[in-house]
């Protein structure tokens, strides 16, 4: 019988130094490759309801789990107030991801004290969540109400046999459509459908995907299947590149290439040529765009990484909850973006046989995608 790993997250609260001498937020700051801080993305729970086979497989992620203590999670004053230091240093969106975001008790709560705050230009924070939509037809309309703009939805396949496959708790894919339509009637939108490809499972569904949603007020965006984590069993094979799904998509349904609507988007825009909607793609792995990577995330027990391939983060939760200012914290924050030079994916591309292939990578569920 093999052996089986149980991945824990790290627990350690030692509070890291805070630089010297302490200095005022500008509205700006860039890494050593003058990228700025723009996006946060926050995870606010561990848990979810799905069992994705690319994220948090069941033969790992099980009832012996050793998921986080409500004690180690970030409350919602602090998850504010560490929001309100990243705008003073240039962020404009946050968006809020899991595990399954949906599953924190009072999420509503939390949007609502994230949707007054504004941005250094005094315009409204854009504010969004990642879901599985599980949960998303009974909470749409109460997450619209809190200040909630929009939302992202994983799905994976029309095919019911092939979607309850990929999520592994046999969910229905027209629960997760019928959540869909709900939150498009409340307001939240433009509503983002992310499919992971993954190659020999849900490959087959690209086609069926790009027709369902055609001439759709949501837009399709295919990720390629990434080496997040460890837990996954990634393997270069069954990477579908962007380039292919192109191809297959093109071949009946005519595309033409969009620019992008701002620098640091993660997807390649393209829409069908009659004008009846868009997709978009994510190529982390075939075409890495860490070069406009505006983006830093924080754990759910308050530990800040500032890239999705990280192996170790820092912790800001010992440093909210030892006591320190907030010029304090943001002088920490200033001071690690500066020094940040992560491009794991550009290496990666390089050489796509692997780097530091015994490194230890968070995992997806706990970062949030």
């Known amino acids: 019988m093999a052996e089986k790993i149980i991945i824990v997250p790290d627990r350690r609260t030692a509070a890291p130094a805070i630089p010297t001498p302490l200095e005022l937020a500008t509205g700006r700051v860039t890494d050593q490759l003058a990228r700025p801080l723009h996006d946060l993305r926050i995870s606010i729970t561990d848990r979810c309801n799905f069992r994705c086979v690319y ?15 409500h004690s180690s999670l970030l409350t919602f ?6 929001a309100r230091l990243f705008i003073a ?53 109460s997450l619209r109400d809190a200040g909630l703009q929009r939302v ?11 979607f309850k ?14 959540g869909i339509d709900i939150a498009h009637q409340v307001g939240l939108g433009p509503i983002k459908i992310n499919m992971v490809v993954k190659g020999g499972m849900n490959d087959q569904q690209i086609l069926p995907m790009a027709r369902h949603f055609k001439n759709t007020p949501y837009i399709l965006r295919f990720i390629e299947y990434m080496d997040v984590g460890a837990s996954n069993g990634w393997n270069l094979d069954e990477v579908i ?18 620019a992008a609507n701002y620098t640091g988007e993660t997807a390649t825009r393209y829409r069908y040529v009659d004008g009846s909607g868009e997709i978009g793609l994510i190529s982390s792995v075939s075409h890495a765009f860490c070069g406009d990577c505006t ?29 320190h200012s907030d010029a304090e914290l943001s002088t920490f924050v ?24 015994d490194r230890k990578k968070v995992e997806m569920s706990y970062i949030g995608g």
């Open 55 to 69: 994220c948090m497989p069941k033969e790992v992620f099980d009832k012996d789990y050793n998921y986080l203590p």
């Open 77 to 82: 004053e602090e998850i504010t107030r560490i």
């Open 89 to 141: 240093h240039g962020v404009e969106k946050i968006r809020l991801t899991g595990g399954e975001p949906l599953l924190r008790k009072n999420i509503e709560k939390l949007i609502g004290m994230l949707s007054a705050l504004k941005t250094n230009s005094g315009k409204p924070l854009d504010l969004t969540l990642t879901t599985n939509a599980a949960l998303l037809a009974r909470k749409a309309q």
């Open 152 to 162: 992202t939805v994983s799905l994976d396949a029309l095919d019911d046999a092939i």
């Open 165 to 178: 496959q990929m999520n592994d708790v046999d969910f229905a894919v027209d629960d997760v459509l019928k």
């Open 241 to 258: 590149p962007s380039s292919e799904v192109v191809r297959r998509i093109a071949a009946e349904l005519p595309l033409e290439a969009v």
């Open 295 to 323: 983006r830093a995330r924080l754990s759910t027990e308050g530990k800040l990484y500032t890239c999705l391939f990280a192996h170790s983060g820092h912790d800001l939760r010992a440093l909210l909850r030892k006591g």
């Open 334 to 357: 200033a001071h690690l973006w500066r020094a940040r030079g992560d491009r794991y994916s550009e290496l990666r591309t390089i050489n796509t046989s692997g780097i530091d292939k």
